[in-house]
């Protein structure tokens, strides 16, 4: 069992959009660490989602971290937007950034811890030089454009690789694990040495609630 408290950032990819306010306000009353936003463009992913207009709606009712995660082509252009908008932490794509080292400083120049995000074809070591300047890593454990996929086993080793990474470092960085994450996952993810959970649809479409579907989650971390 892990000895540090695993992080649950609710996506809200798998929210109704109806009524986005109190399902973000349901889902912090029940002890949500972060609210994760899945920004996608259609190019980078084949799925389009959302922009920044949801992350300032969101930023009006959120009492915790927005935990932005732009699956977007070239993201250099937007960062200010979402910076703008509300974001606390903003996740890129390694995959995505010809430049990954200054998207990275630049997102810390606007204020927002910088996370990079790890497409399940990426290795661990594409994190190179930049691993250090990161606040938080996320690594896909599905192939990223829609919720609701089954979890990738193998990329319980990557997050082991990961974990050692970071330990040698020394630097206090996150490794997310986004895709996926249920109660029978999530403590798969957190012996390999995750310290955050990203889940959506077993917290937004869970059959009892929201409430229910994060105190499954929390209970499955914690039992390990
Ligand atoms: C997928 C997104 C994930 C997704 C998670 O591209 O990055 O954050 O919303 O959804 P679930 O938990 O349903 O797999
Ligand atoms: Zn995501």
Not at 58 to 74: N, S
Not at 86 to 112: F, N, P, W
Not at 135 to 150: D, E, H, L, R
């Amino acid at each position: 069992m892990r000895d540090t408290r695993m992080k649950i950032a609710p996506s809200i990819l798998a929210a109704d959009f109806t009524c986005l306010g109190e399902q973000v306000q349901e889902a912090q009353a029940a002890g949500a660490d972060m609210i994760h936003i899945d920004i996608m463009d259609g190019r980078f992913v084949p799925n389009i989602t959302m922009g920044p207009l949801v992350v300032e709606a969101v930023a009006r009712v959120a009492t915790i971290p927005l935990d932005v995660h732009l699956m977007i082509v070239e993201p250099g252009g937007f960062l200010r937007r979402f910076a703008e908008s509300g974001a606390d932490i903003i996740s890129v794509h390694v995959e995505a950034c010809a430049h990954l080292h200054r998207t990275v400083d630049e997102i810390q120049g606007l204020g927002c811890r910088a996370g990079v995000a790890l497409n399940p074809h990426t290795p661990a070591s594409a994190l190179g030089e930049v691993l250090e300047m990161a606040s938080i890593v996320n690594v896909m454990t599905v192939n990223p454009g829609f919720g609701g996929q089954a979890f990738i086993q193998s990329m319980t080793r990557k997050i082991g690789q990961l974990s050692r990474m970071v330990k040698q470092s020394g630097e206090d960085i996150e490794i997310e694990v986004d895709g996926g994450i249920h109660r029978d996952t999530i403590a798969i993810a957190n012996r390999a040495g995750a310290t955050v959970a990203v889940a959506g649809t077993c917290i937004f479409q869970h059959e009892a609630g929201i409430a229910a579907g994060m105190a499954e989650l929390r209970e499955a971390a914690e039992r390990g």
